[in-house]
C-alpha cells in the first residue's frame, strides 16, 4: 500500500466532497425538470436550457406511463426518444423552441388541439410557445426533435 502525505488525502477528499457536491445539485435539478412534465395544471415552460440538462442515452421516467431518452444533441438542435404506454400523457406545457414529434409506433392525441389524433408516420409540429398536452390511447414511440435558431 503507498504512504500518501497528509496533504494529498485532504486534497482528495475535498475534491471527492466537490464532486459529489455538483452531482447533487444536477441530480437536484434534473428532478425538477422532471417534475415539470408531469405537472397537469397551469402551463409550464420548458426551456432549451431545461433539456440541455439532461445527459445523452439515460432513460427519464416522467410518469408510470411516460419515459424518454435524448439520443442526440448538437448547437441548434436535440433529439429525444419518447415512450408512452396507453393512456400515458404530459402535463399541460410549452417551449421557448419549435417541436417536431414524428410518430414512429402507436399514436399521439393533442387535447389542446381538440383531441386531433396522429398516427404511426405523421408529424406533429408545435411552434416556439405553443402550449401542447399529447397523450396516447396506445402503445406508442416518438421521435422528438427540437430546434433552435442560433
Known amino acids: 500500500m503507498q504512504d500518501y502525505p497528509n496533504s494529498d488525502i485532504i486534497q482528495l477528499r475535498k475534491e471527492r466532497e ?11 435539478e434534473i428532478e425538477q425538470i422532471l417534475n415539470v412534465f408531469r405537472i397537469d395544471y397551469g402551463v409550464t415552460l420548458i426551456t432549451w436550457s431545461d433539456l440541455v440538462e439532461f445527459d445523452l442515452d439515460t432513460l427519464y421516467p416522467v410518469n408510470d ?14 433529439v429525444f426518444e419518447t415512450y408512452m404506454e396507453p393512456g400515458g400523457d404530459f402535463g399541460l406545457h410549452h ?16 387535447l389542446e388541439r381538440g383531441g386531433k389524433k396522429y398516427i404511426e408516420g405523421d408529424t406533429v409540429i408545435y411552434s ?3 402550449k401542447h398536452k399529447p397523450t396516447s390511447t396506445v402503445g406508442s414511440v416518438y421521435s422528438v426533435v427540437f430546434t433552435r435558431k442560433i
Do not use: P, W, Y
Request: proline residues 0%; hydrophobic residues 40%.
Open 18 to 28: 466537490l464532486t459529489r457536491n455538483v452531482f447533487l445539485v444536477l441530480t437536484k
Open 65 to 78: 406511463k411516460v419515459k424518454f431518452m435524448k439520443t442526440q444533441q448538437c448547437d441548434d438542435s436535440m
Open 95 to 110: 417551449h421557448d423552441i419549435v417541436e417536431s414529434v414524428f410518430i414512429k409506433s402507436g399514436n399521439l392525441v393533442e
Open 128 to 130: 416556439a410557445n405553443e
